[in-house]
């Protein structure tokens, strides 16, 4: 933190954003990952519990060779 306050302070780098997009904590964010390590499919939150329906999550993980559905950004 002292290293990062002494860079903001030489206008070496930028101080962080007052307020953050998606608030103080960010915003969520889903990924189906395969065994191998690979993503399967992600989903980027557009709110605090935007998250994947059990439903969505089930047809993901039953049919992973189908193209993702809309909304999970694949």
């Known amino acids: 933190m002292l290293r990062s306050s002494w860079a903001v302070l030489r206008g070496r780098e930028r101080p962080p954003a007052a307020v953050p997009h998606g608030g103080r904590f960010g915003l ?4 189906l990952i395969a065994p191998d390590g ?3 499919a992600s989903r ?11 439903d969505e999550l089930l047809r993901l993980v039953t049919s992973p060779s189908t193209p ?3 909304g999970t950004g694949g």
């Open 44 to 54: 980027h939150g557009e709110h605090v519990y935007d998250q994947w329906s059990v």
């Open 68 to 70: 993702p559905a809309p």
């Open 38 to 40: 690979s993503v399967l």
């Open 28 to 31: 969520p964010a889903d990924f």
